[in-house]
C-alpha cells in the first residue's frame, strides 16, 4: 500500500489478521490454535505519517475431547483505548515504524460449561520489526507472555500466552 494508497485522514481501511499455532495456556490446559480475524488500519487527522491499528479481533477454537471445558471458542479483543495502537514511521527509514505497537487486550472464553471475559494484566506489546510502515502489512511478534485475567480479580488468570505472531495482511 503506498502512501497515496492509505485511508484520508480520520477514515480507515481493513486488514486481515492471523496468528497461528499459538500455545494458550487455558484454566492450566495447554492447547494450541489458529486466530483469525481483522482490523482496521486509520490514518490519523493530527499526524499526516501516522497510522492507527483498532478494533483487532482474533477468534480461535478450541480443541473438543467432549469435556464440559473442552470445545468453544476464545476471542481476543483490542479495547477501544484512544491512545492504543498509534504507529509512527521511522524518520530515517519511512517503511519502518519508529515504535512498537503497544494495545490494550481483552479475552472472551466461550465454552460448553459458560463464558468468561478476561483482560490483559498490562498493555500488550508487539515488536514492529516485521511490519512495513506505512501499510502496516507484515508480521508483529509479541514481545512479552501476556496473563488474561479476571477483570475483578488480577490473581485468577484464565489464560495465559507465551508467544504469539500477528500476521496482517490487506483485505
Not at 471458542?73 to 519511512?94: I, M
Amino acid at each position: 500500500m503506498a502512501h497515496a494508497d492509505l485511508p484520508q485522514p480520520g477514515t480507515g481501511s481493513k486488514l486481515t489478521c492471523r496468528a497461528s499455532d499459538v500455545e494458550i495456556t487455558l484454566r492450566s490446559k495447554p492447547v494450541v490454535v489458529d486466530f483469525t480475524g481483522t482490523c482496521v488500519l486509520t490514518a490519523e487527522t493530527d499526524s499526516p505519517d501516522a497510522v492507527r491499528l483498532t478494533g483487532l479481533r482474533l477468534v480461535a477454537n478450541l480443541p473438543d475431547a467432549g469435556g464440559p471445558e473442552d470445545g468453544g471458542t476464545v476471542t481476543l479483543e483490542q479495547d477501544d483505548v484512544e491512545a492504543d495502537g498509534v504507529l509512527r514511521p521511522l524518520r530515517d527509514s519511512p517503511s519502518r515504524f519508529a515504535n512498537d505497537l503497544v494495545i490494550t487486550l481483552g479475552a472472551t472464553v466461550d465454552q460448553p460449561d459458560g463464558v468468561v471475559r478476561a483482560v490483559a494484566g498490562n498493555a500488550v506489546e508487539f515488536s514492529t520489526a516485521g511490519a512495513s510502515s506505512p501499510s502496516a502489512t507484515g508480521h508483529y511478534e509479541l514481545l512479552e507472555p501476556v496473563d488474561l485475567v479476571l477483570p475483578d480479580n488480577s490473581e485468577v488468570t484464565i489464560a495465559h500466552i507465551d508467544s504469539l505472531v500477528l500476521q496482517l495482511d490487506s483485505a
